[in-house]
């Protein structure tokens, strides 16, 4: 066996594997449950509240970095991490200005970007595409196009530029491609993708296997946990129960998390869009991970 097919056999192994978590358990020292980040999204009715208070419950809770939303609208969350000794590695940020630029040399982008080098971050994620950016195939072939001349500006800054997905790229055209098949076969090697695989679940995709399909090629991954019984796919918005706490749900954490280390993937966020308690939430979800 050459080297080239026994790497081939050994990552697809892998993937089988996180197919089938009960054969075996995470390893102690796993580097995605020691590290553990939350998209601070999560909090955003605490954070709105208090910053200060919720990113102290942040950590208290045992997450070690936060994913910020909104930037770089962010002070706030950064003068509360900067206090509490909250990681800051990524952020999700207005994402107009890097695949709607204003200008051909998207200046507005690029003061983001220098703000993010000042933060410190390493990571920056278009979070979401609005419908008239998401209408055709000819469309999601402009964003790529942008993604591609902004991710290159980042690289330049020392930033992973990503993209992070929902359900709806999953949503075929007429001719059976979706939008996400376009991401696909036109992000650049320096655009990598920010995999939720919740979403990803619900666009009726096997998460496992798609992040085997784009190993290398995924820098972070949103863990969040899909209720039994919602229909699969669906492409719209879902109930709010829908988002589960991990271990509450049909998607294997430990699963994805093996097939992420498989992919390359560099951090791991655990997210619940919606819930009627988010710190107690995010406090379920860690004390579910500790006993992977």
Not at 129 to 136: F, G, I, Y
Request: glycine share 8%; charged share 25%; with cysteine.
């Amino acid at each position: 066996m050459n080297r080239r097919h026994f790497l081939r056999t050994s990552v697809a192994s892998s993937f089988a594997l996180a197919s089938a978590p009960s054969l075996f358990a995470l390893e102690a020292d796993n580097a995605y449950r020691k590290n553990m980040g939350l998209q601070l999204y999560t909090l955003r009715n605490e954070i709105k509240a208090d910053a200060g208070a919720a990113i102290k419950a942040v950590v208290a809770a045992g997450y070690k970095q936060g994913e910020m939303y909104g930037f770089p609208n962010c002070d706030p969350m950064i003068a509360a991490a900067k206090d509490a000794g909250l990681e800051l590695h990524s952020s999700h940020f207005e994402w107009d200005a890097a695949i709607n630029p204003k200008d051909e040399g998207m200046s507005d982008f690029m003061k983001i970007l220098e703000k993010a080098k000042t933060t410190g971050l390493s990571h920056l994620v278009i979070p979401f595409l609005k419908e008239e950016n998401r209408k055709s195939l000819d469309e999601y072939k402009r964003i790529a196009a942008n993604a591609n001349k902004a991710a290159a500006r980042a690289k330049e800054a020392g930033i992973q530029l990503a993209y992070h997905n929902h359900s709806f790229e999953f949503k075929p055209f007429a001719d059976g491609k979706c939008g996400f098949d376009v991401f696909m076969a036109e992000f650049g090697p320096d655009m990598k993708f920010e995999l939720d695989l919740f979403w990803v679940k619900l666009g009726g995709q096997d998460p496992a296997t798609l992040l085997g399909k784009l190993a290398g090629r995924v820098s972070q991954v949103h863990l969040k946990d899909l209720k039994a019984g919602i229909a699969v796919p669906s492409f719209g918005s879902v109930p709010p129960d829908a988002f589960q706490e991990l271990g509450d749900g049909i998607i294997s954490t430990e699963a994805m998390m093996t097939a992420a280390k498989a992919a390359g993937v560099v951090h791991c966020h655990v997210e619940q869009d919606q819930s009627p308690n988010a710190l107690a939430s995010i406090r379920q979800s860690m004390d579910y991970l500790k006993k992977l």
